[in-house]
């Protein structure tokens, strides 16, 4: 046996420090020892014959961790309980040879346990709590069922209408006294409502509105679709989100040389109370003329420098299947577009205007050209089975699934709602990918913004906690995108850098790249 700096060989294999520093405490004499009892040695007997005739790692790690726990509790050395130091080395060898990468029984039991015990306690409070507090449409869903059918009999729809987009729009939810039928209300409420909806629209479809919970005060989902007093009582001007200065031609928007929007349609299936482009949905629907497309074609045709078109709205997925494969079409065959993007809530709004067509439609345009869907899922409430599966079969004909969330007062400013919000769109096949701070431009909907720091404090501790694909990227618009992630570089120290982990605030000390070997250019096949 050879041993250096805290490590020693047994049996041809080395002996970490993390395992030498166990067996080392162990074999240290136990503070105000007690006698071991007779169980207890049969304990650690019937344990070191299960390691020894092991060929799992448990077994083992199972045999240190009793003694430990038995060595914390001043009950004695392993010698006590008929175990000398030599059996336990070549045990953890044995661990280690084992072990396909030959992790140590000191590392796993003194290091990766705790570590991972620590990791667990932060998402403990979480778990309990994200059930009720923010349930989802899955888990809500007997009860949303149960809305369902009332809503159904009190609108005299019937499953098939129910089951239509069509029917969906044909029975939309948009006067107060249709509202004040479906959703128990106090006559105050109403009134205020009432007052609103002479100067904003509103319009529910029945689906959505079964998602809302009778009795919730502030149900997200009903906060999102029926318009308050503060749309009024907002004092304020409203600044255009995207103006005169931001349209070089009809239906286009851009801020970026490299990609731009289309605003396809100001038509809805609902009209969301926190809607961006509220001065463009308008008084009433509209079709718009084939030739103010064509416009907005050219213009994307003579500027090469375009690869990445959005055909938004209002809601793209409100427009008739022939258009939307007109649109694709024409990009498709635009050299310079290389990627499509399609904007709709509709999976979470009226999810049965997904058809076979349109699926099929999507398909056909992403086997030519990369095609991304982007949703909008504010609430793990929004997803139910039907959503989820109509999310599925789109994930399925396009390249990606993306969800643009806003961060709004009441829905989704704590951490357990926006976890459960990241961890539910994630497991539905959409990847949560932007989180945009509530828009300062329109003050009909002041109520609803949250502070930018309690907005990154949601975001930062994700990391860690939550899969990393799961976790979006936290947004400003002011002319542009701009991220809103705090800096975790804290200071340096020579040619180290110092981090913090923003979920835990622990410091670290990270070496940065040497600035001198980065210099050289001869490297590589150049040297």
Excluded at 30 to 37: D, I, L, Q, R, V
Excluded at 370 to 381: G, K, L, M
Excluded at 404 to 426: F, P, S, Y
Aim: net charge neutral; glycine share 6%; charged share 25%.
């Amino acid at each position: 046996m050879h041993c250096n700096n805290n490590q020693k060989t047994v049996n041809g294999e080395t002996l970490d420090s993390f395992t030498m520093d166990l067996l080392n405490t162990l074999a240290q004499p136990a503070t105000g020892a007690a006698a071991p009892s007779t169980q207890e040695r049969e304990e650690i007997n019937t344990l070191a014959d299960k390691a020894n005739t092991t060929q799992l790692t448990t077994p083992i790690i199972t045999l240190f961790a009793r003694l430990l726990e038995l060595h914390r509790a001043g009950k004695g050395t392993p010698g006590d309980f008929g175990l000398n130091l030599s059996d336990l080395e070549k045990l953890a060898v044995k661990h280690q040879r084992i072990d396909e990468h030959m992790v140590s029984v000191g590392g796993r039991l003194t290091r990766a346990r705790p570590i991972a015990a620590s990791a667990n306690r932060r998402v403990d409070a979480y778990l309990a709590a994200k059930d009720s507090i923010a349930p989802s449409g899955i888990e809500a869903w007997d009860r949303i069922l149960e809305n369902k059918a009332r809503i159904m009999a009190e609108l005299g729809m019937d499953e098939a209408a129910w089951n239509s987009f069509p029917g969906q729009i044909r029975h939309a939810i948009d006067s107060v006294a249709v509202l004040a039928r479906l959703i128990d209300l106090p006559p105050a409420q109403l009134e205020s409502i009432a007052k609103v909806t002479q100067s904003y629209r509103m319009r529910l479809t029945p689906y959505y509105t079964s998602l809302i919970m009778p009795g919730a005060i502030n149900d997200p989902i009903m906060l999102q679709s029926v318009p308050t007093g503060e749309m009024v009582e907002n004092a304020g001007i409203e600044i255009p989100p995207v103006a005169a200065d931001h349209s070089p031609a009809r239906l286009v928007d851009q801020f970026y040389p490299r990609v731009l929007t289309i605003k396809a349609t100001n038509m809805c299936a609902m009209f969301c109370t926190h809607c961006l482009r509220l001065a463009h949905i308008g008084r009433k629907d509209q079709v718009y003329a084939k030739e103010a497309y064509t416009e907005a074609l050219d213009y994307i045709r003579a500027n090469d420098r375009i690869r990445d078109v959005l055909i938004t709205g209002g809601d793209a997925f409100v427009l008739p299947n022939s258009m939307i494969e007109w649109l694709l079409a024409e990009l498709d065959g635009i050299d310079h577009v290389r990627l499509k993007r399609l904007g709709t809530r509709i999976p979470v709004t009226a999810p049965m205007r997904v058809d076979d067509e349109l699926l099929d439609i999507l398909e056909a345009s992403n086997d030519r050209k990369p095609i991304r869907v982007v949703t909008q899922i504010n609430t793990a409430q929004e997803i139910t089975p039907v959503s989820r599966e109509v999310f599925r079969r789109i994930s399925k004909r396009t390249f990606a699934v993306l969800n643009q969330a806003v961060l709004l007062k009441g829905i989704n400013d704590t951490r357990v709602k926006m976890w459960k919000l990241c961890e539910t769109v994630h497991e539905s096949y959409v990847r949560p990918y932007y989180l945009f701070n509530c828009s300062y431009r329109n003050p009909q909907f002041a109520h609803f913004r949250v502070p930018l720091e309690v907005g990154r404090d949601i975001v930062e501790s994700m990391y860690g906690n939550i899969s990393g694909d799961a976790i979006p990227r936290y947004i400003a618009t002011a002319g542009g995108k701009i991220p809103l992630h705090r800096s975790n570089v804290v200071s340096r120290e020579g040619n180290d850098v110092i981090l913090k982990k923003p979920w835990s605030g622990e410091e670290v000390s990270y070496p940065d790249a040497d600035p001198e070997i980065y210099a050289n250019e001869l490297f590589a096949f150049n040297r």
